[in-house]
């Protein structure tokens, strides 16, 4: 070879950028690119076998993104081994047939209790009647007073912790980027009601659906019964932003003990208060923080992060936070302290005309659509029965489609619209029971129909009444799965009168009780979400001290 030639060759060698490496790089950057992108802007929450992937186009106001991964670890009651007879000559065999003591017929099988702990039919009819059980026991500790101002007080305070800012204040403050692809600040603005929204009247917002946290948060500090004095209370309200801090963490590849960690710190400061001991030095017995109230602003699965998941904090399943009251958007059904209440809607009234303005339009709004449902399909879900409404639904003049998975959901004046001009809105189940869009729904004068008793009827004791016929149509899921019933073919069966009474009952006996109201609101006439649920945390502390 001449010197030349190997010259040559050795140029090759060493030169970096030849035009032939950099059209072979070229494919590669654009890869490695588009994956930074999909990591930074997506989440890959793994649970079973099943895998979800949020993307960037996909909205936060979409449930489905944000609790994709969340799967219920429906822990039984341990009084299921001992109270329960797994004999074969009393298993039920046909249970259908079987219903709770509100009428509710139970499928067998139904995959929300299947999770390795019912083992037979009996059993998860002994589960269903177990919830029952403890919904009586919340009902009882409702109040029966209607003058929400002197409420329940009688000597008997609040008290709200002023906790270091980490657990509350800091939390907001990553409003920017909590979410990789969507800005929770303007949610989080005017005391987390949002921004206004003017065409659908006064009171009026766009709020998030995960806003309880700071809602009540607010409410609280202005409440007639929080007193200044430790000495005088006998509630003691937490701050913590629970929900945020589990928020923050969903679309982050982080460790499950990160995830944990400010729960951890929070229950080590709270041991750390005197007060937190109070009922126990009282009692003399273990009740450390059974006069504690916490407000969780995402659903109790959430909180309770099973051992082969990834998903969620493991705060609700600390010993520490077995005895203190939960107030969530979603109870867990076999936990006594877990009550749940209701959802932030987009409607905050400042005063009782407001609500009374509001009850009126409903009363003469004219229902141009039999049916309505605002929701998307669940393609990864195949136990959903979504497709199957949106199916029976958009073959039929008679029912409205609103498609979310293109984004028509995002704007709270579409939503209302729809639910306005609407007889029935359909709310099958999403990625877990309950849905925001229930209480969008009924305080639109839209009478849910319901298809999941653990929607709304195993939720709510104190907001909605146990006679759930009264503003409402169940329509077993099962039934729909199994092309028992034709959803629009049965709701046009129902008389109109029927229809007028169940809509007047949720207009005049419901709505201001489903609602929160401004946190600078004086209502005088009516009690709003917050009054209803301060009340009721009174007399349950009354109750429990006859």
């Keep these: 070879m001449t010197t030349f030639s190997k010259k040559k060759t050795k140029l090759y060698k060493n030169e970096p950028f030849s035009l032939a490496k950099l059209v072979f790089l070229i494919p590669i950057t654009i890869i490695i690119l588009l994956f930074i992108f999909l990591w930074s802007s997506s989440s890959t929450i793994i649970s079973g076998n099943i895998i979800h992937l949020c993307f960037q186009s996909r909205k936060l106001n979409d449930l489905y993104c944000i609790s994709a991964g969340t799967h219920p670890n429906l822990d039984a009651p341990s009084s299921f081994s001992s109270n329960v007879t797994t004999s074969a000559t009393k298993i039920v065999d046909d249970l259908q047939q079987k219903s709770t003591r509100l009428g509710i ?109 700071l809602i009540f948060h607010s409410r609280v500090m202005n409440h007639p019964c929080r007193v200044q004095n430790i000495s005088e209370a006998e509630l003691f309200y937490v701050p913590f932003y629970a929900g945020l801090d589990v928020l923050r963490w969903h679309f982050k590849n982080v460790t499950n003990d990160v995830k944990d960690s400010l729960g951890l710190e929070l229950v080590k400061w709270l041991e750390s208060q005197p007060t937190w001991f109070k009922r126990s030095a009282i009692t003399c017995e273990l009740h450390a923080g059974k006069d504690h109230i916490f407000v969780l602003g995402k659903i109790s699965w959430d909180f309770r992060r099973y051992s082969n998941s990834n998903w969620g904090s493991r705060f609700l399943e600390l010993n520490e936070m077995q005895n203190p009251v939960k107030l969530l958007i979603e109870r867990q059904p076999w936990h006594l302290n877990d009550i749940g209440i209701p959802h932030p809607t987009f409607f905050h009234p400042q005063s009782d005309n407001d609500i009374t303005t509001w009850q009126l339009k409903l009363l003469n709004e004219s229902r141009k659509s039999l049916i309505s449902f605002a929701g998307a399909a669940r393609p990864d879900a195949p136990e959903s029965i979504r497709s199957m409404l949106i199916n029976q639904c958009t073959s039929t003049s008679e029912c409205k489609f609103m498609n979310c998975s293109s984004g028509s959901c995002d704007q709270p004046e579409s939503i209302i619209e729809l639910f306005i001009e609407s007889e029935f809105c359909l709310q099958p189940p999403g990625d877990s029971p309950t849905r925001k869009s229930v209480f969008d729904s009924l305080i639109s004068g839209c009478i849910p129909v319901i298809f999941d008793p653990f929607t709304a009827y195993y939720q709510y004791p104190w907001h909605l009444p146990e006679d759930y016929k009264k503003y409402s149509v169940f329509i077993d899921q099962e039934d729909v799965r199994n092309m028992k019933v034709n959803v629009v073919d049965r709701l046009m069966k129902i008389p109109a009168g029927e229809i007028q009474n169940m809509r007047r009952y949720i207009i005049y006996e419901l709505l201001p009780g489903l609602v929160y109201g401004d946190p600078k609101s004086k209502l005088e006439k009516f009690q709003d979400a917050f009054s209803i649920t301060m009340n009721n945390l009174f007399e349950r502390l009354t109750r429990l001290e006859l």
């Design 105 to 213: 017929p139970i499928p067998p099988g139904y995959h929300a209790f299947r999770n390795g702990m019912v083992k037979s039919d009996e059993e998860l009819l002994v589960a269903y009647n177990d919830v029952e059980d403890q919904l009586e026991m919340h009902r009882s500790w409702t109040s029966t007073s209607h003058n929400h101002n002197a409420t329940l007080c009688d000597g008997r305070g609040i008290y709200v912790y002023e906790l270091p800012t980490k657990f509350n204040k800091d939390l907001v403050s990553q409003c920017a980027d909590m979410v990789p692809w969507v800005d929770l600040c303007d949610y989080f603005s005017n005391d987390a009601m949002g921004e206004q929204v003017q065409k659908l009247g006064k009171g009026w917002y766009q709020t998030h659906q995960y806003s309880l946290e």
